[in-house]
């Protein structure tokens, strides 16, 4: 009955300060999540709570970060879920897997002592696309179980509950999940800019032997386009080969190699996908 697959969350404590970059976007978030610890003052001033927040972006650019950071911001219980683990389920399935997540939320809540829970939902678009006439009826279910989910937030409640959803195909969510007092709080994590790249390599270099040679601004200025995800990458590889070359140290070489490979792999990749 109770198969559920929530990820197993992280030991380790992410806050903001592991987040390279995107300045704007978790000054936006921490705003936002004020509400969330400012329970009494919303409350008292008759002020709608906060229930979902969306990020949006391109695939990697730390929207999962976020919301763990969010948590540790906030306090909170974290529990996360992917929208495609929904996908070919059992009608029904989804819709009581969406009913166990906010139950978990609530007891997990009471037993750590804490005063609020974040509910993360990677992929929402695959559960919260737009309805096309009853044709997937199963997804219309678990959407349908989470809007109640959502109206069946109040600000009183305790523990508080917020929600959190990522995608990187905004203009495909169904306007239902986007109404006021439900997702109406969009935040943007973009692609880095180079001074974002440059944090996110020098995060990621943080446990590495660099070479004295080693100018990260330089790898920074020439990874145009590149995600976090894909930066995080490409120190992993050039610590390959450094330990290749029985190096003991990452070079500027190396550094260089690993960006040539993570370019190529994705080209790769894409041409595979055709
Ligand atoms: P997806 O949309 O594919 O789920 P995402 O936006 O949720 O991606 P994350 O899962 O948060 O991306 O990031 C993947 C990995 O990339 C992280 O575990 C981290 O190593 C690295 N990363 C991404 N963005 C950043 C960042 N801004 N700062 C530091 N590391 C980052």
Redesign the pocket.
């Known amino acids: 009955t109770a198969e559920r697959k929530t990820r197993a969350q992280a030991p380790k404590p992410m806050s903001f300060e ?5 300045e704007r976007a978790k000054r936006e978030l921490k705003e936002a999540l004020d509400f969330l610890i400012r329970a009494e003052d919303i409350q008292r001033l008759g002020i709608r709570p906060l229930k979902g927040i969306l990020l949006t ?10 919301a763990k950071a969010s948590a540790h911001y906030t306090n909170s219980v974290f529990l996360a879920a992917s929208g495609s683990e929904f996908v070919e389920m059992y009608v029904g399935v989804g819709a009581s897997r969406i009913r166990d997540l906010f139950k978990e939320a609530r007891t997990r809540a009471a037993k750590e002592n804490k005063e609020s829970a974040i509910i993360f939902i ?2 929402i678009d695959v559960i919260g696309g737009k309805r096309d006439g009853g044709q997937h009826k199963e997804y219309d279910q678990t959407l349908n179980q989470l809007l109640t989910e959502l109206d069946g937030i109040h600000t009183a409640d305790a523990p508080r509950i917020l929600i959190m959803g ?1 995608t ?1 195909r905004k203009e495909m969510l169904d306007s239902a999940l986007l109404r006021p007092g439900r997702f109406d709080r969009h935040i943007e ?1 973009d692609l ?1 800019d180079k001074k ?1 790249r440059l ?2 390599l020098n ?2 270099a943080k446990n590495k032997p660099l070479a004295d040679n080693v100018n990260l601004e330089a790898i920074a200025q020439e990874t145009f386009h590149f ?3 894909q ?2 990458s490409l120190m992993n590889e050039a610590a390959i080969y450094a330990m290749r070359e029985e190096s003991d140290f990452i070079g500027q070489q190396h550094l260089s190699l690993a960006v040539d490979k993570v370019m190529l792999g994705e080209k790769t990749d894409r041409e595979s996908t055709k």
Do not use: C, F, R
């Not at 592991?18 to 995107?22: A, H, L, V």
């Open positions: 592991d987040i390279g970059g995107q972006g391109p695939p990697g650019t730390g929207k999962t970060l976020m990677d992929e990522a990187n994590v880095p974002g944090h996110i995060i990621h995600s976090g995800a930066l995080e």
